[in-house]
């Protein structure tokens, strides 16, 4: 079974700080573009969220398309210098543990799909001391592919071309279970993010915390075809 987790919202909680201000400081440096205002964020990719911002401080769609893999790097390098040294108290209630059992398990991997740049995702969770459940070259981020729906393809493909009936999305925002429908994929949502339980009905079922994520999931490998 391969299980794929967002991050943000789901598996660290405001741990976005600094990767918010990398982004804002990678936008400067590489567009000029200092924008003051606010954009939609949760669930989105970071190139999604750039490109809103950059579009509000006055860079073209074109000139940001022709700086976007400078940003991309910029943006790395900006939370690298940024990122504190731990993140380990930003972990989601529940999310140890649950990763932790999950990884004595033989018949489960577990992956990624986030709107965040992999190299910012790999670094977050490191920092927050799980870096380790989840392996390199697979996942899917927001540095390959600008839409959220592209993704859960792109670790399935990782994955050595996953079934889609043994893929499980799990994340806490809307746009994650619209990713996870726009695949054929069965998804459960977190309600530790922003949006409340009612918010993420479009999920096949839904989760306070990690704790009783890991009885929906428990459940959900006993369903799952061998």
Do not use: W
């Amino acid at each position: 079974m391969l299980l794929l987790f967002d991050i943000d919202g789901t598996l660290l909680l405001r741990a976005s700080v600094e990767h918010a201000a990398a982004l804002r400081e990678a936008l400067e440096a590489v567009y000029g573009a200092a924008p003051r205002e606010r954009v939609s964020a949760a669930g989105r990719t970071d190139t999604a969220i750039a490109r809103d911002l950059a579009l509000l401080g006055g860079v073209s769609p074109q000139r940001f398309d022709a700086g976007l893999a400078e940003f991309t790097a910029a943006c790395a390098q900006a939370f690298a210098r940024r990122c504190p040294a731990s993140l380990g108290e930003l972990v989601a209630p529940g999310m140890v543990e649950l990763l932790d059992a999950l990884g004595a398990q033989r018949q489960v991997r577990c992956s990624l799909v986030t709107g965040n740049y992999e190299a910012v995702a790999r670094l977050k969770l490191e920092r927050a001391g799980i870096g380790g459940h989840f392996e390199p070259g697979q996942g899917g981020f927001g540095s390959d592919s600008e839409h959220r729906d592209d993704l859960p393809p792109i670790a399935r493909e990782r994955a050595g071309g996953q079934p889609r009936e043994r893929t499980l999305v799990i994340g806490d925002t809307p746009l994650d279970i619209a990713c996870a429908r726009a695949d054929g994929l069965r998804v459960i949502a977190v309600a530790t993010g922003i949006y409340a339980a009612p918010e993420l009905a479009g999920a096949d079922a839904v989760a306070a915390d990690g704790f009783e994520l890991a009885g929906l999931l428990e459940r959900e490998l006993e369903r799952s075809p061998r």
